[in-house]
Each structure stands twice: as C-alpha cells, then as structure tokens.
C-alpha cells in the first residue's frame, strides 16, 4: 500500500489539489459572504502593514519623482525668477511713467490755466556739488529766451529763480538756498515778509515777518507777494509750520514747509513773461493775494 | 609709485564732479548728496608725496568751487589740506587698498565738515551746526564704503605692492 502511494504521489497529489480547490471554488461561489468577511479580517489585521507599505512605496514613488521633478522644477524655477524680475521692472516702469505723467499733466493744467503766461518747461539736469548752497541746472538757456531773474514754478507751487544763463543751460537757485529771499504774504492775515532759505538739509524756510504785531498761525498758507522783482504774486510757498518771537522779541519769524517736494523735482516751469498784476490761480496754490 | 599724471587727476576729478551733481542727487535726499570729491582726493593723496597730494587736493577743490559757483577757495583750501595731511599721514601708517582708504576717508570727512562749517560761518553763512552736522554720518558710512570700492576700480595699489614683494632670506 505504501509503494503504491509512494509511486503514484505526485498523481495523487494533484489530484487532490484538483479537487480541494474545485470543493473550495464549489464552497465559495455559494458562501461570498462569509469569505468577504474573512477577507475582510485579513484586511483588518494586516491593514497597518499595508498601510505602511503603500505609504512608503508612495514615498517613494514621490520621491523619485520629486528627484526627476528637481531638473524640471530648476528650470521652472529660473524661468519664473526671470518672469517675476521682468514684471518687478515693469511695475516701477509703470510707477514712474504714471509719477512722471502726473507731473506733466500738472504741468500741461499750469500752462493752460495760465493761458496768459508764457512758460518755458525745463528738466533739472544737475545739482549743486556742495550740499549747503541750493542751486539746479537746467536743460534750457539763453537760445529758448530765458534771462537771469526769472521765476521757475511747478503746479505745486514756487521752485526758485534763473541766476545765471548759458546758451543751452541755465542755474536755477532754489527758495531753499541761504541766500534766497522771496517776498511773501500769509493767505488768512496778509501779514507780509520775507521768506528766507534756512538750510537745505531740513529743507525747511524761515518767514521774517514785517509786522511788530502778525497775526500768523501753524497751518497758514503764505504766498509770493508780488513785491518781489522776480516773482509773480500769489504763487505758493508753503505751509506754516510754527511761529517764534525772535531773539530780541521785536519781531516774529515763521519756519515753513515748502509745498514744493524739492527731493522729486524733475520738470519745471520758467515763466518767461507774466501779465503784470495776475496772479495765479486759486487751483495752484495762488490764493486772494 | 602708483601715480597718476596731472591730466588724469582732473578727469577722475570731472567725473567725481558729474556723479556728485547728476547721479548723487537721484540717490540721496537734498542736503545729503556726499562728496565724492573727498573720496578722490584721499585716494590720490594716498599714493602721493605731501606736495603733490596738496596740489591734487587744491585742483579738485577748485573744480568743486568753480562748479558751484559760491564760495570759491572753500573747498580748494579745505582739499589741499586734506590732501596734505592724507599724503604726509601715509608715509606713516601701513598700507592696505580697503580698510585704510576707507578709514581715512571716514576721518576726512569728520574733519572737513566742522572745517568748512567754520570757514562758511566766517564768510556769512551762519548754518546751526546740529542741522550742519545731521547727514554727517550718512557721509561717513559712503566715504567709509565708496572710498576702497573706487580705488580697487580705479586699480590702486600700496606702493609696496609695485615693487616685488618677497626676497628670499639667504639673499
């Protein structure tokens, strides 16, 4: 019986393996249920380790990808800096052309406005080298009509005067300069002075009052007289920014903020000729001087 | 010697001119506009005898004055005395194309600013020296920066480094 088990074996064996498995399909093709459930046991108890194998095979997986994304991403990475970079220069293109355009429609709105007036509009082309006097250079001279002693202006208010002139350039001295002096009169008082460049660094004018008594506060407006020989009346100057007895008490002087920005000057105005007795108007700064 | 003709002088002198009034400006606010005048008179002077460093000094500070067309001989005076003191103070100290360039460009102008801030009050301009003094610093820190940057432009060199360096000891 044992050789005979022994010999056919491997027959017996298949057989039987054969028939197991048909029982097995035969079994389970009735009873799903029960082997989903059982499945779903298997599921339960190696559903960690399954986790942590997909886990890392997506780990990996990311991984390898992420190192093949790397030359991709380098490249991509350059290319948006490039982008980025381009669209930086392009946004303070932008802020200057849209600064620069507010500044010559102002400048185009003074000419209109002053339709009477005949303004020459200028670029600062250069500064003074030493940081205590104030004085420009500008693009225009002699060849375009301009003279010493005429007034320079922006829609803001008033910049200085020509001091000097060469045929193709001409210096302007700013109100800020130590020895600039401008005839000038408080909007809300009428009280008259002097305007006087102070220093350049805080940027900032004295106003020598004439008046024993002014009648002068924070926050007034003061305005080109017109007494000045070079300037027109009623341009602005600045805004009052305090008021002090000086040093014997006999008079009061006023430090102003000139309205000009004298840091983002650019482009400005050389009035060539002016109707005598107008002033400018009200929109510029000019007021009921 | 590292030194540079009359002729060149006056154009380093030009174009410290032109970025003090054209470039500067567009940078620093008014009133701080540094001066790069200094920074070339104390590279000049640094490589030159006391004689010539006044000499350069004199004509950078004239084109200075004669370029702001006020005070003329401020600057011319102050310069060559700055170059003087630069050129007699080399011979004295080490050499080094960054740290003593910018040092003494850095003691230049805390001691040209009182100077001229003297000589302007002689002269009529009465600034308060608070108000003079305030974008000191600002100066001081350029000068300190710009003064080495210009003279490794510029291919400034120690004296010592023209000559050849090492000598062998048995020699």
Do not use: C
Request: aromatic share 8%.
């Amino acid at each position: 019986m044992g050789g005979f088990l022994y010999r056919w074996r491997r027959l017996l064996i298949t057989v039987l393996v054969v028939m197991v498995v048909t029982v097995s399909l035969s079994l389970t093709a009735r009873i799903r249920g029960t082997v989903i459930g059982l499945s779903n046991i298997i599921n339960t108890v190696v559903s960690p380790a399954e986790s942590s194998m997909a886990f890392l095979g997506r780990e990996t997986g990311i991984g390898i990808s992420t190192v093949g994304d790397l030359f991709t991403l380098q490249q991509q990475n350059r290319e948006l800096k490039r982008q980025l970079l381009q669209y930086n220069s392009m946004k303070l293109e932008l802020s200057e052309v849209l600064a620069e355009n507010g500044q010559l429609r102002g400048l185009v709105g003074l000419e209109q406005k002053l339709g009477t007036w005949k303004l020459d509009p200028a670029s600062i082309i250069a500064r003074n080298p030493d940081s205590w006097f104030n004085t420009a250079v500008i693009d225009q001279g002699a060849n375009n009509g301009l003279r010493t002693g005429m007034a320079v202006i922006v829609p803001q208010g008033v910049v200085g005067r020509v001091v000097a002139v060469s045929p193709g350039t001409a210096t302007v001295m700013l109100i800020l300069d130590p020895k600039s002096g401008i005839g000038a009169v408080d909007v809300r008082s009428q009280s008259t002075g002097v305007v006087l460049g102070q220093d350049p660094v805080t940027g900032l004018l004295q106003f020598q009052l004439f008046s024993h008594k002014p009648d002068i506060l924070p926050g007034d407006v003061v305005a080109t007289s017109g007494l000045s020989q070079y300037y027109p009346k009623g341009l602005l100057i600045g805004q009052v920014m305090s008021v002090a007895k000086n040093q014997f008490g006999l008079t009061e002087t006023a430090v102003i903020k000139p309205a000009v920005d004298f840091n983002r000057l650019q482009t400005v105005m050389v009035v060539e000729s002016h109707p005598s007795g107008t002033s400018i108007p009200p929109i510029f700064g000019g007021g009921q001087s | 010697m590292a030194r540079f003709r009359v002729g060149t002088w006056i154009v380093l002198y030009l174009l410290a001119l032109l970025i003090q009034v054209a470039l500067l400006p567009q940078i620093f606010p008014n009133g701080y506009v540094p001066n790069v005048v200094l920074s070339v008179t104390v590279l000049i002077a640094l490589y030159e005898t006391p004689r010539r460093g006044m000499y350069a000094g004199l004509i950078g500070g004239l084109m200075q004055d004669l370029w702001a067309g006020r005070l003329i001989g401020l600057n011319a005076l102050t310069f060559a005395l700055l170059g003087y003191a630069i050129a007699s103070l080399q011979q004295r100290i080490v050499h080094d194309p960054i740290f003593v360039p910018g040092l003494l460009a850095a003691l230049s102008q805390v001691v040209v600013t009182p100077f001229q801030w003297l000589l302007l009050f002689v002269f009529g301009y009465h600034f308060s020296w608070l108000v003079f003094s305030r974008p000191l610093p600002v100066w001081i820190l350029f000068s300190m920066l710009f003064t080495p940057a210009l003279g490794g432009l510029l291919g400034f060199r120690t004296r010592s480094g023209k000559r050849t360096p090492y000598r062998s000891l048995s020699s």
